[in-house]
């Protein structure tokens, strides 16, 4: 599944692979973790609909238990194998920013795997030298037991993307 968003959009947020609601409808982004992701953007004043929005793994990876499909995490052949096709993507769309949500969209882009705990919030050159910001991904939210920890962590998803708002789009794109 590729992603949606205008082309030339000038912000690029990559995920880590569709999940079950977003493969059987044929989008990113519109499960939990989805919605979860729209409410940051809009809290950091950035419209979902001027972004461009795909997945490092063009396809759900899961285990079939009973009627549930179950969510495998992609390993390094998958992102080897969808790689080229997200950095052609990546060239269509031509955006001022990255923004890798998670490890595996870290991985896809960057051509090596890196701690996003560790590096989170940090700017790193991307394909073709793209600046690319390095964040948690949206489900890593969703499972925090903790819900003040729940809070702290998605203020700072927040600030993150009021981050790549300001300092790399340098204009509204709400």
Known sequence: MLGEGPPGAPLMLVGEQPGDAEERQGRPFVGPAGRLLDHALAAAGLDRAACYLTNAVKHFKYIQRGARRVHQTPDRDDIALYRPFLLREVDAVAPRLLVALGA???????????????????????????????????????????????????????????????RFLNESID
């Open 104 to 166: 595996t969209a870290a991985q896809a882009l960057l051509g090596r795997r890196v701690g996003i705990l560790k590096l989170r919030g940090q700017i790193l050159a991307g394909p073709g030298d793209l600046p690319l910001l390095l964040t948690i991904h949206p489900s890593f939210l969703l499972r925090l037991p903790d819900a003040a920890m729940k809070e702290q962590e998605y203020q700072r998803f927040v600030r993150e993307m009021a981050l790549a708002k300001e």
